[in-house]
T-cell receptor
Framework: DTGVSQDPRHKITKRGQNVTFRCDPI?????LYWYRQTLGQGPEFLTY????????KSRLLSDRFSAERPKGSFSTLEIQRTEQGDSAMYLC?????????????FGPGTRLTVT | GQQLNQSPQSMFIQEGEDVSMNCTSS?????WLWYKQDPGEGPVLLIA?????ELTSNGRLTAQFGITRKDSFLNISASIPSDVGIYFC?????????????FGKGTKLSVKP
């Protein structure tokens, strides 16, 4: 299967702890996106990369959040000093360039629960 | 922030029925997409639309890009039980970035009891 993969699928952590999620995009895609989804809502954009360059960050991405894509392949999203409000599904998506950039393919997500 | 108004919020289907849902905005979009999400999974891309007035089908699914570029609809014909799930519209604003898809809140399809 060559779809987008995310690890872990579920993470339970205590408030104040740091967590890191990984996303592996579809291999030929050079764009990678992170979204957050809370219950009853659609996904909300956090940030995106073209190759290793982080081109846009949402206002939702507070200083406690950092994303990297060091070699232009997989990406990590780290949340420092987690808060209960960080509990959500974190989704990763990837796409190609040009018109295909709009067709974003999502991974299965990482469900974060902060207790 | 920008909002996509998706309706209905939920609906019940009986096998064989046709289903319609739509998405509207006060802003102009240059791309509309429709996704389906099952519980605990990520959204799956169903249809992408790029031109005003465009009508595109994917099996029993048909979607249209509104001519005002501010709306889109999705029809599902002859529904089957596996159509149950949450359907999201998503769009790329004309004046937005290339990375930022804006999503509606979803239409939840359930089976009639």
């Amino acid at each position: 299967d060559t779809g987008v993969s995310q690890d872990p699928r579920h993470k339970i952590t205590k408030r104040g702890q740091n967590v890191t999620f990984r996303c592996d995009p579809i291999s030929e895609h050079n764009r990678l996106y992170w979204y957050r989804q809370t219950l009853g809502q659609g996904p909300e954009f956090l940030t995106y990369f073209q190759n290793e360059a982080q081109l846009e960050k949402s206002r939702l991405l507070s200083d406690r959040f950092s994303a990297e894509r060091p070699k232009g392949s997989f990406s990590t999203l780290e949340i420092q000093r987690t808060e209960q409000g960080d509990s959500a599904m974190y989704l990763c998506a990837s796409s190609s360039e040009g018109q295909g950039a709009y067709e974003q393919y999502f991974g299965p997500g990482t469900r974060l629960t902060v207790t | 922030g920008q909002q996509l108004n998706q309706s209905p919020q939920s609906m019940f289907i009986q096998e064989g029925e046709d289903v319609s849902m739509n998405c509207t905005s006060s802003s102009i979009f240059n791309t509309w997409l429709w996704y389906k999400q099952d519980p605990g999974e990520g959204p799956v891309l169903l249809i992408a639309l790029y031109k005003a007035g465009e009508l595109t089908s994917n099996g029993r699914l048909t979607a249209q890009f509104g001519i005002t570029r501010k709306d889109s609809f999705l029809n599902i014909s002859a529904s089957i039980p596996s159509d149950v799930g949450i359907y999201f519209c998503a769009g790329q604003l004309v004046l937005g970035s290339q990375g930022n898809l804006i999503f509606g809140k979803g239409t939840k399809l359930s089976v009639k009891p």
